[in-house]
């Protein structure tokens, strides 16, 4: 009996310990520690503890002269090309300002569209409906996304049709009205695929075309990003902004790889 209850106490005592307002008295502690937990404070370098922040930023601040640049042509143009070095924010900032126009109600839906071309090496099958086939490729422009918007906004919006991640050959026909459209990765889309995803573009919306051409995955020849920068920037509506090493806002042994790879 007396083991019993020395048990029985210690059993209480441990699930005291793990949750000190008795929220479960039959959970027993497997290790007397507190464990970290993603939902209580966080434990700054200093070892002093803070409190977790977990809030969108609505408003976005260029981190260079070059994403302040970008941020302005958004403004006052209908059509950018943002190409240049990898790791620039290009993406980043064209989906944030689409967010943000979004919110202000200066558009009434956002679309996102990239080539589905693998980067050097094949899948094969994938299973699933035509959105579980894409996802893989279009990934990284949910990543963006959740980085402004909360998991359950995005759902719902996306269920609403407000955002729309669309591949590009899905896009033959349409006529983009009152939209901000998105065309990621774009040195992976040839001549004519270009042409056709800029002449979408309708009344009152925005167009940012964001591409690396260094970065290509196509055979030699086959992108038509340059051509096309080339041939439009001596229109007045359109703006380029180009990208260097000296802007690129991930790790910093990124901007030196660059130049040697």
Known sequence: MAKRSARRAQRQTAAAYAYPEGEADNVRRLFEEPAWSPLGPATSHAGLGEARDQKYRKNIRPQNENQK????AI???PLVFATGAAGTGKTYLAIAKGVEALEAGKVRRIVLSRPAVEAGESL???PG??????SPYLRPLYD???DR???KRLKALTAEGVIEIAPIAYMRGRTLNNAYVVIDEAQNCTYAQLKMLLTRLGWNSTMVVTGDPAQSDLLSGMSGLEEIVEKLTELDRVRTVKFDRSDVVRHP???EMIDLL
Do not use: Q, R
């Not at 640049?69 to 302005?72: F, I, Q």
């Open 124 to 126: 094969g099958f994938l």
């Open 75 to 77: 403004d006052a143009a």
């Open 253 to 255: 042994v990124v901007a």
């Open 69 to 72: 640049s970008m941020l302005d």
């Open 149 to 151: 918007l909360s998991s």
């Open 144 to 146: 963006a996304l959740c």
């Open 129 to 134: 409906d035509m959105e579980e086939k894409l």
